[in-house]
């Protein structure tokens, strides 16, 4: 894969030193992730989400090491990022459909104007299966707290990237499966 | 946790290199010898000064370029206060 040190052709050494200085940013950043923590729980907000993605961002830290570090005989590695990016990516898709559902304009182009939120609506809808639409059907998401809404959607995501992940599993065995009894 | 401080204390070693010498026998610069192996001339000056260790392939390049051995051009030599 081509990097941005590739682009930049960096030698060696500037290699090395990019990589000292990305660790040092992402220490930064780590700083300033809890600094937001404490300011939102001093506002008094529930800063669910912030909290919630120290663990995953831990999580994905620790994932990427083994994956590059190639320590294969540590088999849970690439099934724990698969579905802990899988989890993100399906937040991220339901966050982008629910900003397109709600916006009253169109923004950047990206988001269209009504009456052309249908398309949104029916993205939201889809990506909020099961517990969300589950809440919304019966009413019980109007008073939850801010945090539980977060800890829910996450888990929603986290439903959808293990249902992935145990499908493609299942593929894949069978696929190996007709392999090795062959033709 | 003893053991292997033992062990790290047992193999401080330091990496020396002769490489300004070597290349001034050569009569290259560090521009030249820098484009000859593919890097910035800063990394040259830093091998030289000692502030950064070259890679297995920059070793070998930089030695190739050298007409030497790579031990010849980088040696290892203990820290002071080593036993052994």
């Known amino acids: 894969m081509r990097t941005e040190m590739d682009v930049l052709h960096m030698d060696e050494r500037q290699r090395h030193h990019w990589l000292e200085a990305n660790r040092a940013t992402l220490m ?9 923590i404490a300011f939102e729980l001093t506002e008094g907000r529930s800063a669910g989400f912030l909290i919630a993605m120290v663990p ?3 999580a994905l830290r620790l994932g990427f090491y083994y994956y590059y570090a190639r320590d294969r005989d540590i088999r849970w590695v690439q099934p724990v990022l698969f579905v802990v990016l899988f989890t993100i990516g399906h937040w991220l ?3 982008i459909a629910w900003v397109g559902e709600l916006s009253t304009g169109s923004w950047l182009w990206f988001v269209p104007p009504a009456p052309s939120h249908g398309i949104w609506a029916a993205a939201a809808q889809t990506l909020e299966f099961p517990i969300i639409a589950l809440l919304t059907d ?5 008073n939850l707290p801010r945090w ?3 800890v829910i959607m996450l888990l929603n995501s986290f439903i959808w990237a293990g249902t992935a992940f145990l499908v493609l599993r ?3 065995r069978a696929r190996s499966r007709r392999r090795t009894e062959g033709p | 946790m003893r053991k292997r401080r033992e062990l790290a204390q047992r193999n401080s070693v330091a990496l020396v290199n002769h490489l300004k010498q070597h290349r001034a026998r050569m009569d290259l610069t ?3 010898l820098a484009e000859r192996v593919g890097v910035r001339r800063q990394t040259i000056l830093a091998i030289e000064k000692g502030h950064y260790v070259p890679s297995t392939l920059l070793a070998l390049l930089l030695a190739a370029e050298l007409e030497m051995n790579v031990d010849e051009l ?3 030599t203990r820290e002071e206060g080593d036993p052994q």
């Not at chain 1, 019966?138 to 109007?142: I, L, N, R, V, Y």
Request: proline share 0%; net charge negative.
């Open chain 2, 30 to 32: 560090q521009e030249e």
């Open chain 2, 74 to 76: 980088f040696e290892l």
């Open chain 1, 148 to 150: 539980l809404e977060d």
């Open chain 1, 138 to 142: 019966k009413g019980a998401d109007a």
């Open chain 1, 93 to 95: 898709a339901t966050t």
């Open chain 1, 28 to 36: 930064v950043v780590g700083v300033v992730w809890l600094l937001m």
């Open chain 1, 56 to 58: 995953i961002f831990a």
């Open chain 1, 170 to 172: 299942a593929a894949r």
